[in-house]
């Protein structure tokens, strides 16, 4: 039966007196882009206990807080160094998971200097290094959605000048670098995360920061909107198996469930003995605020608060359906309230919330 990853033979060839294929395992080692983030940082240590070794690219100036501990190489570096190629020498597969999310206007040059030029890089350096095969993450936000609100799967594509906002158009261009890669015989598959959630949401992301604007109290109303959420650790053990079983040149959604913001709060509510609002906000009232703050007031010398591509963002609710990964791939659906729990848990206790009590 034909594997779907065709450098396996070569280790199996290696080790064709072994019947262990665990020491096969042990001697692949993992290359990773964005260890330190989010969803790295979790996909690292689930590479770990899945049997592999594993080498991050750190940039000088990271933060290693989500790496403390772990038995990894680290090696320092850019998504667009020139001699990227001989820091990834000696690995055998490479995810690519480092990206820049921004999602003000002011970034624009910033996203596609790291998401598609580094991108376009990291491949290149896979591709002389001898990479056997690389898992690029990509996102949902490349797919896009339709204006209709209906649920959409990896057939869809949003046209382009559609996608709003420079960091999504960053993404769409660099999963196109991928799919020109793959097109010319590089062994590449794409994952496009929805919205993950849970442990290790260091910065932390957009999701991660309602979780925490909810702790703190300071979320009096919301927006009529939706998201597809995912616990983290499954989009990290999807990246494993997207390596292991994913079709060349595919994509595949990693995520769960579809819920709207509403929901969202009901149940983080529920977590937390906390109340949950209970009034929405017309998307008129912050579309002003957010113009105001980047069109106006960042020219005064004050910090934005809210970007305004965000709110356009949030028009529409962004559903997915991940059953392709679920059938090809057996992508993981853990329950969304205890990666909700998980999440709450985590930034009490690492003090993102100031006079809250530990959580065991």
């Known amino acids: 039966m034909k594997r779907p990853w065709d450098w396996v033979k070569n280790f199996e060839d290696t080790f064709i007196n072994s019947k262990n294929i665990n020491l096969i395992v042990m001697k692949i080692k993992a290359f990773v882009t964005g260890g330190t983030g989010f969803i790295g940082a979790n996909l690292v240590r689930s590479l770990l206990n899945s049997g592999y070794s594993?080498?991050?690219?750190?940039?000088?100036?990271?933060?290693?807080?989500?790496?403390?501990?772990?038995?990894?190489?680290?090696?320092?570096?850019?998504?667009?160094?020139?001699?990227?190629?001989?820091?990834?020498?000696?690995?055998?597969?490479?995810?690519?998971?480092?990206?820049?999310?921004?999602?003000?206007?002011?970034?624009?040059?910033?996203?596609?200097?790291?998401?598609?030029?580094?991108?376009?890089?990291?491949?290149?350096?896979?591709?002389?290094?001898?990479?056997?095969?690389?898992?690029?993450?990509?996102?949902?936000?490349?797919?896009?959605?339709?204006?209709?609100?209906?649920?959409?799967?990896?057939?869809?594509?949003?046209?382009v000048e559609k996608l709003i906002g420079a960091y999504k158009k960053s993404k769409f261009w660099a999963e196109q670098e991928a799919v020109k890669a793959a097109a010319t015989?590089?062994?590449?598959?794409?994952?496009?995360?929805?919205?993950?959630?849970?442990?290790?949401?260091?910065?932390?992301?957009?999701?991660?920061?309602?979780?925490?604007?909810?702790?703190?109290?300071?979320?009096?109303?919301?927006?009529?909107?939706?998201?597809?959420?995912?616990?983290?650790?499954?989009?990290?053990?999807?990246?494993?198996?997207?390596?292991?079983?994913?079709?060349?040149?595919?994509?595949?959604?990693?995520?769960?469930?579809?819920l709207t913001l509403k929901n969202i709060l009901e149940e983080l509510a529920d977590i937390t003995s906390k109340t949950a609002p209970k009034n929405t906000v017309p998307l008129w009232l912050p579309l002003t605020v957010a113009w105001v703050d980047e069109y106006i007031?960042?020219?005064?010398?004050?910090?934005?608060?809210?970007?305004?591509?965000?709110?356009?963002?949030?028009?529409?609710?962004?559903?997915?359906?991940?059953a392709k990964a679920i059938t090809e791939l057996g992508l993981p659906q853990s329950n969304i309230r205890k990666a909700l729990e998980d999440a709450v848990e985590w930034f009490i206790n690492h003090n993102y919330v100031k006079n809250s009590p530990k959580m065991s």
Not at 189 to 201: C, K, L, R, W
Not at 229 to 245: N, P, S, T, Y
Not at 301 to 322: C, E, H, T, W
């Open 185 to 258: 015989g590089q062994d590449i598959v794409i994952v496009n995360p929805s919205t993950p959630i849970g442990p290790m949401d260091i910065k932390p992301t957009p999701t991660g920061d309602i979780i925490l604007r909810f702790l703190r109290g300071k979320m009096p109303a919301y927006v009529n909107t939706g998201l597809n959420l995912i616990d983290v650790r499954d989009v990290a053990r999807g990246h494993i198996l997207a390596l292991e079983k994913g079709k060349k040149g595919d994509r595949y959604i990693l995520g769960n469930q579809n």
């Open 297 to 322: 007031l960042t020219k005064l010398g004050k910090p934005p608060s809210i970007p305004l591509d965000g709110v356009r963002m949030s028009a529409q609710p962004m559903f997915y359906n991940s």
């Open 54 to 159: 594993v080498r991050a690219l750190v940039r000088p100036n990271s933060s290693l807080n989500n790496l403390q501990n772990l038995d990894i190489e680290i090696v320092k570096g850019d998504l667009n160094d020139s001699d990227l190629c001989q820091k990834i020498q000696g690995c055998q597969v490479l995810f690519h998971v480092a990206a820049r999310y921004s999602l003000w206007q002011a970034d624009k040059d910033l996203l596609y200097q790291n998401n598609v030029l580094g991108t376009r890089n990291v491949l290149t350096a896979a591709k002389i290094a001898g990479i056997q095969r690389v898992v690029y993450t990509s996102s949902v936000a490349a797919i896009g959605v339709k204006t209709s609100g209906e649920i959409v799967d990896e057939t869809y594509q949003s046209p």
